[in-house]
């Protein structure tokens, strides 16, 4: 069993950044792969980034390449998603899940285990 916490979330103006994080308890946590997806008012969960277990392998969405980092700390039982160049259509409630299948890119929100309850961003102009 992972129980996850997302927090870091808030309000920030356009091209500013935020630091969401992660924090899983269990002590399995180190073999689970983690996904961060995000839901905005009257649309469906969308897939931002993944990192494997190890930490050695990342994948993001197209839309956040090149602004969103995700990085893990194991020792910590922490994921955390680094968010850089906010937009107005970041906005979302974002959640960070967990799978422990051995495939390195999972996108399939329906193919993770354990939930966040969400974190709030909201970018404003």
């Known amino acids: 069993q992972v129980h996850l916490v997302e927090s870091g979330g808030g309000l920030v103006q356009a091209g500013g950044s935020l630091r969401l994080s992660c924090a899983a308890s269990?002590?399995?946590?180190?073999?689970?792969?983690v996904g961060w997806f995000r839901q905005a008012p009257g649309k469906e969960r969308e897939f931002v980034a993944r990192i494997t277990w190890s930490g050695t392998a990342t994948f993001y969405v197209d839309s956040v390449k090149g602004r969103f980092t995700i990085s893990r700390d194991n020792a910590k039982n922490t994921v955390y998603l680094q968010m850089n160049s906010l937009q107005l259509e970041d906005t979302a409630v974002y959640y960070c899940?967990?799978?422990?299948?051995?495939?390195?890119?999972?996108?399939?929100?329906?193919?993770?285990?354990?939930w966040g309850q969400g974190t709030q961003v909201a970018v404003s102009s």
């Open positions: 899940a967990a799978e422990a299948s051995s495939r390195v890119i999972v996108t399939d929100a329906r193919r993770y285990d354990y």
């Open positions: 269990g002590r399995t946590f180190a073999s689970y792969n």
